[in-house]
């Protein structure tokens, strides 16, 4: 499975790629502006920021909601930097546009899923990414991971390429249950990834090695 960071914060990103297991960053107008980025140049110049300290593929959201501007917008994402991924919402628009991108081999990531019926329409439209959003669902008592589920029964039953890419990831467990499902990616935050690291009877275990090499070498 393939771990994205969910942020448009430089250092976390700069320390997931430097625990190695960094394979993407996504980003939302959202994050954006919890970091301060704000102005349309700023906004690209922190696209190309992401992209310098990353090697994956980054998402970007268009802000337009009808189909003109979501092209000129996704256009000027994309010529970016190569690893620019157009980020679109599933609209009727939105899902026009992917198409538009799909077809002249731009990566496209459609966000906001929430149902099977349109991750099928997404990778009718070619998206390379699907992104349901897990939390949201789980916030409102529904099981995002079943959405997880059945998106990948569809997609296996006739072989889409698009990717899974679980999102509105919160906390490890989700991770480790969207592995289990198959997910093939995952963007959730540091916090989430570096859960995987802990367990009890690693750090007793470390303590013990560390305690008896000492005694013996004294
Ligand atoms: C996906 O690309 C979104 O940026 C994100 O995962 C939303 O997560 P949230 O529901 O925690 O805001």
């Known amino acids: 499975m393939k771990f994205f ?15 190695g297991v960094l394979d993407g960053v996504t980003t939302n107008p959202s994050l954006m502006a919890k970091e301060g980025i704000t102005g349309t140049n700023n906004i690209l110049k922190h696209y190309v920021d992401i992209c310098n300290i990353s090697d994956g593929d ?12 979501m092209i000129k917008e ?10 620019i991924v157009v980020k ?48 949201r669902l789980d916030d409102i008592s529904t099981d995002g991971l079943n959405l997880i589920a ?19 990831v919160r906390h490890t467990m989700h991770i480790v249950n969207c592995a289990k499902i198959g997910a093939d990616v995952m963007t959730g935050p540091l916090s989430a990834i570096l859960g995987l690291l ?11 090695f560390i305690a008896d090499y000492q005694k013996g070498n004294k």
């Not at 960071?5 to 625990?19: H, P, R």
Request: aromatic letters at 8%.
């Open 5 to 19: 960071i969910d942020t448009a914060n430089l250092s976390e990103i700069k320390a997931a790629q430097e625990l």
């Open 58 to 69: 980054v998402s970007a959201e268009v802000i337009a909601t009808d189909y003109e501007g």
């Open 74 to 83: 996704g256009e000027e994402l994309a010529e970016l930097h190569e690893r």
């Open 88 to 135: 679109l919402p599933m609209t009727k628009d939105g899902v026009r546009a992917c198409k538009y991108f799909s077809s002249k081999g731009v990566k496209v990531n459609v966000t906001l899923v929430f149902s099977p019926g349109q991750a099928l329409l997404a990778a009718k439209a070619g998206a390379t990414y699907v992104s349901p959003f897990i939390g």
């Open 150 to 168: 059945e998106i990948r029964e569809i997609y296996d039953n006739y072989g889409y390429e698009t990717e899974i890419l679980a999102a509105s």
């Open 198 to 208: 802990k367990h009890p009877l690693t750090d007793i275990g470390l303590a013990q």
